[in-house]
């Protein structure tokens, strides 16, 4: 699984950030950058829940 994150939609909110730190991180311009090319096995649950608490749904999982 991948995420795929709309930097114009990003606000900076950070709950992403807060939730999996290893995964995202907001950089100095606000924006999320997604850290990694591929979500592991053991973290996708938690991704999918990142995905799904983005207050302005910059966040989507792509199966591909």
Not at 9 to 24: I, K, T
């Amino acid at each position: 699984m991948r995420i795929i994150a709309d930097r114009a939609r990003c606000q900076g909110h950070g709950m992403c950030e807060a939730l999996l730190p290893d995964l995202f991180q907001v950089d100095d311009t606000g924006k999320v950058r997604v850290l990694v090319e591929q979500v592991s096995e053991t973290d996708r649950a938690d991704a999918r829940l990142a995905v799904d608490t983005c207050p302005v749904e910059a966040l989507q999982a792509s199966t591909d």
